[in-house]
């Protein structure tokens, strides 16, 4: 039928991987051990720069998003008492530890959203107003009873941005600490995350950044507050600082970090400061809104989300009336395109969405995908049968 598979779902995963990030792959799994040191010390340096953070022992590199937020929200102090809030639209990643934390003396609650379709566009159940209600928001932390807030910076099955900017002003202005998982947007947003001004920053390697698997991190500002468990893992300083009294988590909290992910990490982050990152979003989601403007005009399709691409990263999830996601995902497989299918990791959203049992399809596209990949892409939508 084809002559080349195309791939539609970045938001999982990026790939194929730029090349400069293959050849920094090849030479570091054949550099010498005596050379690991000096490239761990280099690597960490500039993906800390990349960020705009000076100081790389602010940067805890981890084996991926996951293990970061595990770490993060495991070691975060909030005292008892306290309260947690979250949004409805998380990944389990965030969620999970989230409600592991609030068994142990504190509630977890969450920002409700508002519903209704926002466009006027579509009268469907899954399309939402604004992700999150800030005025809620505002008014529970004026209580002065919120340790920590975490929230992710966009949906990784709508790809819908929260208006993260505002909540962590609003949290920090009531005393509550600010975690942001920013797996969906780095890579694509540029981010300097001591400006951002969030207390924990996690983030994820093999998506927008475009390293292989088995990297990622989290950003601790002076101000987040640890209680790290573990023992120390150096010996005292030279200059005699004195210890935290509650220690923060580092290297050995997270286990050894891949050598040979951390080389295309670097790499990736080298070849992204040389791009401009709002021209390749905006290209992007010109790719995405040609697609959606296809599926809109099916008469089964319905979209999931707000409808306006701007609110959104370069994803676009959708359902078919009465065909499973899995078996729309598996006929786009046989039309040669790799789509995502299923509740993406994040069941709180689709329950949200009202659709935990039925799980959506999401089409996601990459930066520097060409348009013509793009264009063969609809071509072999518009000739499904399944999506007429």
Same mark, same amino acid.
């Given at each position: 039928?084809?002559? @080349?598979?195309? !791939?539609?779902?970045?938001?999982?995963?990026?790939?194929?991987?730029?090349?400069?990030?293959?050849?920094?792959?090849?030479?570091?799994?054949?550099?010498?051990? *005596?050379? &690991?040191?000096?490239?761990?010390?280099?690597?960490?340096?500039?993906?800390?720069?990349?960020?705009?953070? $000076?100081?790389?022992?602010?940067?805890?590199?981890?084996?991926?998003?996951?293990?970061?937020?595990?770490?993060? *929200?495991? =070691?975060?102090?909030?005292?008892?008492?306290?309260?947690?809030?979250?949004?409805?639209?998380?990944?389990?990643?965030?969620? @999970?530890?989230?409600?592991?934390?609030?068994?142990?003396?504190?509630? #977890?609650?969450?920002?409700? !959203?508002?519903?209704? =379709?926002?466009?006027?566009?579509?009268?469907?159940?899954?399309?939402?107003?604004?992700?999150?209600?800030?005025? &809620?928001?505002?008014?529970?932390?004026?209580?002065?009873?919120?340790?920590?807030?975490?929230?992710?910076?966009?949906?990784?099955?709508?790809?819908?941005? #929260?208006?993260?900017?505002?909540?962590?002003?609003?949290?920090?202005?009531?005393?509550?600490?600010?975690?942001?998982?920013?797996? $969906?947007?780095?890579? &694509?947003?540029? #981010?300097?995350?001591?400006?951002?001004?969030?207390?924990?920053?996690?983030?994820?390697?093999?998506?927008?950044?475009?390293?292989? &698997?088995?990297?990622?991190?989290? !950003?601790?500002?002076? @101000?987040?507050?640890?209680?790290?468990? +573990?023992?120390?893992?150096?010996?005292?300083?030279?200059?005699?600082?004195?210890?935290?009294?509650?220690?923060?988590?580092?290297?050995? =909290?997270?286990?050894?970090?891949?050598?040979?992910? #951390?080389?295309?990490?670097?790499?990736?982050?080298?070849?992204?400061?040389?791009?401009?990152?709002?021209? $390749?979003?905006?290209?992007?989601?010109?790719?995405?809104?040609? *697609?959606?403007?296809?599926?809109?005009?099916?008469?089964?399709?319905?979209?999931?989300?707000?409808?306006?691409?701007?609110? @959104?990263?370069?994803?676009?999830?959708? +359902?078919?009336?009465?065909?499973?996601?899995?078996?729309?995902?598996?006929?786009?497989?046989?039309?040669?395109?790799?789509?995502? +299918?299923?509740? $993406?990791?994040?069941?709180?959203?689709?329950?949200?969405?009202?659709?935990?049992?039925?799980?959506?399809?999401?089409?996601?596209?990459?930066?520097?995908?060409?348009?013509?990949?793009?264009?063969?892409?609809?071509?072999?939508?518009?000739?499904?049968?399944?999506?007429?």
């Amino acid at each position: 039928m084809t002559n @080349r598979d195309l !791939y539609l779902n970045h938001a999982g995963t990026s790939w194929p991987k730029p090349d400069v990030v293959t050849a920094a792959v090849q030479e570091a799994m054949s550099a010498q051990p *005596i050379r &690991w040191a000096g490239q761990f010390e280099q690597a960490h340096q500039q993906i800390a720069g990349y960020f705009g953070v $000076q100081d790389a022992e602010q940067i805890l590199l981890t084996p991926g998003c996951t293990s970061a937020l595990a770490v993060g *929200i495991g =070691d975060v102090f909030v005292a008892s008492g306290k309260r947690l809030l979250t949004s409805r639209w998380e990944h389990h990643a965030l969620h @999970r530890p989230l409600l592991k934390l609030a068994s142990a003396g504190v509630s #977890l609650e969450y920002i409700p !959203y508002r519903p209704g =379709d926002s466009t006027g566009e579509s009268e469907s159940a899954m399309a939402v107003g604004a992700a999150i209600d800030l005025d &809620w928001l505002q008014a529970n932390l004026s209580n002065q009873d919120v340790g920590l807030v975490a929230i992710t910076a966009a949906c990784n099955v709508t790809g819908e941005l #929260l208006p993260y900017e505002a909540v962590i002003r609003m949290a920090h202005d009531n005393g509550a600490m600010v975690l942001i998982d920013a797996a $969906q947007v780095v890579g &694509w947003l540029d #981010l300097d995350f001591p400006s951002l001004g969030a207390d924990m920053v996690a983030f994820g390697g093999h998506k927008g950044l475009q390293s292989p &698997w088995g990297i990622g991190g989290m !950003y601790l500002s002076e @101000r987040a507050q640890m209680e790290c468990v +573990s023992a120390a893992c150096a010996l005292p300083s030279a200059d005699h600082r004195e210890t935290p009294s509650r220690p923060r988590p580092g290297y050995c =909290d997270v286990g050894s970090v891949d050598q040979i992910a #951390l080389a295309g990490l670097r790499a990736a982050v080298r070849q992204l400061r040389q791009q401009d990152a709002g021209a $390749q979003l905006a290209r992007a989601r010109d790719q995405i809104e040609r *697609i959606q403007s296809l599926l809109h005009s099916k008469g089964k399709v319905q979209v999931a989300g707000p409808m306006e691409v701007g609110r @959104r990263m370069p994803t676009l999830a959708f +359902s078919v009336t009465g065909v499973p996601s899995g078996q729309v995902a598996a006929d786009f497989r046989q039309h040669g395109m790799t789509v995502g +299918s299923g509740i $993406q990791c994040a069941p709180l959203a689709h329950e949200t969405l009202g659709t935990e049992s039925t799980g959506l399809v999401r089409i996601s596209v990459g930066l520097g995908q060409p348009d013509d990949e793009i264009d063969e892409a609809i071509d072999r939508m518009a000739s499904m049968a399944l999506l007429r």
